[in-house]
């Protein structure tokens, strides 16, 4: 646990491998988010794919952490990557209770936001839209929630 925390606190690496200052996504329901838009959130971004045991695993922990903080002080960005088409993301997106907005990802999509080596791959900017995270594999609710307590007033 703590080697994947360490990996979550890996600032050097993150502020050096992505530029996210601008990005602008579009979600399956037609709305636009900008990472300008969460000025006072935190903002989690976070890519996954469909066929993805690790993703699956992730999906309803960034769900609840989404449905405790949704409205508050915490915004999560789900960019589902490597789909076919955009019904079976929609039909997974709802088998799975996902609750926070979906985005078509692609490579142009990808590149705003930062490098994507592995699924799931998650972004996370502070309160003040710098980035302050970036892990991949799994993250639990728990893991995000001490990080940002533990981040607060930084």
Wanted: glycine share 8%; charged share 20%.
């Amino acid at each position: 646990m703590r080697i994947r925390i360490g990996i979550f606190l890996c600032l050097a690496l993150c502020t050096a491998m992505a530029s996210a200052a601008g990005f602008s996504v579009r979600d399956m329901a037609g709305r636009v988010h900008r990472l300008s838009d969460y000025k006072g959130q935190w903002v989690l971004v976070n890519f996954w794919a469909t066929w993805c045991p690790p993703c699956r695993e992730e999906i309803p922990e960034l769900s609840a952490l989404y449905n405790r903080h949704r409205n508050k002080d915490l915004e999560v960005i789900g960019i589902a990557m490597d789909y076919r088409n955009p019904q079976q993301v929609r039909r997974f997106a709802n088998s799975m209770g996902v609750s926070y907005p979906v985005v078509l990802g692609d490579r142009e999509i990808a590149a705003q936001i930062g490098p994507v080596s592995g699924l799931p791959t998650t972004y996370l900017y502070n309160p003040q839209g710098k980035l302050s995270a970036y892990h991949v594999g799994p993250l639990t609710e728990a893991e995000v929630e001490r990080y940002i307590s533990t981040n607060k007033k930084k």
